[in-house]
């Protein structure tokens, strides 16, 4: 949510806490009015813990836990501690605000994993600085078209079949920035708030074991502080094109794998260098959530038709395993033996272009 063209960062610290630490009689420590912030006051003894997180699956923590003991003292210094405590969540907001991301794109879901064993204390509240697009993870949403609220739920799926959802029972969940994306970066329209909003509700409320745990909204975001905090350059994060709600989208995709790749002459047994492929291949298409998979076997049109039909469906049928076992589920086969060629030369190149296997699926959103 920094601003992509002069690298400038939102006040975040504003925004979450309001303001300057001041001590209060009940030994809370209050830093803006009800209306300004997110956090107003903070009741001590306390733990707070700052982070900024990327494209990787884990939170760079800017220090260890600040463990705030209760306030005591006289007036001078409970007002010193107060202050002291301002500044230095101050400090530890700007710098995370500022660090350079390590890993490309950003996975929101890597924040919610902070939460797991920070506290056991009785109210315990994680505050995401997230315009929601994720672009890592299982949330990746670059190829998602954000219109059919139907795939919100078969996301949440794929995300609970990742075990990437924490347990975050007895928190608190703000999310009060979806679909606010930083400066040099396009615009969402309405539809597409509305469906990332309802996204991280139906996630958080699956972490958090219940609705009412979780504030998502799409809140006018903080102001930039101008030169005083700039950006360190990083990993590029890439750009989400939000898809003419007016216009469907083409949503089927084929990948085509080689034959003689994923399997030996003759064999329905499939190799390691297929085994590898074929992890690799679920791993970028699970985030997607696809509505349906289907593997369809091909061979070339050598020898037996009756034979090469039942080795296309045998392979087809070695490919779903596979894949079933790197984590996608309800996946079709059919083999098509040699009816239908790529192919339509005699030479040997053109046998092995025939030799395939397609993995077709749909993606809405």
């Not at 309001?18 to 956090?39: C, N």
């Not at 007895?170 to 615009?187: D, M």
């Not at 970028?284 to 039942?310: C, F, R």
Request: aromatic letters at 6%; glycine letters at 10%; hydrophobic letters at 40%.
């Amino acid at each position: 949510m920094r601003n992509e063209e002069s690298g400038e960062v939102r006040d975040w610290y504003l925004a979450i806490f309001g303001g300057r630490g001041t001590a209060q009689e009940d030994g809370s420590v209050k830093f803006g009015s009800e209306a300004s912030a997110l956090i107003s006051s903070l009741p001590t003894p306390a733990v707070v813990r700052v982070g900024a997180f990327d494209g990787g699956r884990r939170v760079e923590w800017q220090a260890a836990p600040v463990h705030l003991p209760r306030m005591s003292g006289g007036a001078r210094n409970r007002k010193d501690f107060a202050g002291n405590v301002g500044a230095c969540l101050k400090h530890l907001v700007d710098k995370a605000a500022t660090s350079p991301a390590v890993a490309e794109g950003t996975n929101v879901m890597a924040a919610f994993q902070t939460g797991r064993a920070e506290t056991k204390a009785a109210r315990r509240t994680l505050v995401v600085a997230t315009d929601g697009l994720s672009t890592t993870g299982c949330a990746d949403l670059r190829a998602t078209a954000m219109r059919d609220l139907a795939h919100v739920e078969r996301i949440v799926k794929a995300c609970a079949a990742q075990r990437a959802l924490p347990d975050l029972r007895g928190w608190t969940v703000l999310l009060p920035w979806v679909g606010s994306v930083g400066g040099g970066r396009p615009e969402p329209q309405e539809p597409h708030l509305v469906w990332l909003r309802e996204l991280w509700r139906r996630l958080c409320s699956k972490a958090a074991g219940a609705a009412e745990h979780c504030v998502v909204d799409s809140e006018e975001p903080p102001r930039f502080q101008g030169e005083a905090a700039r950006a360190a350059e990083g990993a590029e994060d890439p750009e989400i094109t939000f898809a003419n709600v007016e216009r469907r989208p083409n949503a089927i995709f084929v990948e085509k794998l080689s034959s003689d790749v994923l399997f030996a002459t003759d064999s329905d047994r499939v190799s390691a260098e297929g085994v590898t492929l074929l992890k690799r291949f679920a791993d970028e298409v699970m985030p997607k959530a696809p509505e349906w998979l289907e593997v369809i076997g091909h061979t070339d049109d050598q020898g037996d038709a009756s034979y090469n039909e039942d080795l296309s469906a045998r392979r087809a049928e070695a490919v779903r395993r596979v894949l079933t076992e790197a984590g996608l589920s309800g996946v079709r086969v059919r083999g098509m033996g040699e009816i239908q060629l790529e192919c339509a030369g005699r030479t040997a190149e053109d046998r092995k272009c025939n030799r395939r296997v397609e993995i077709r699926y749909k993606v809405r959103g």
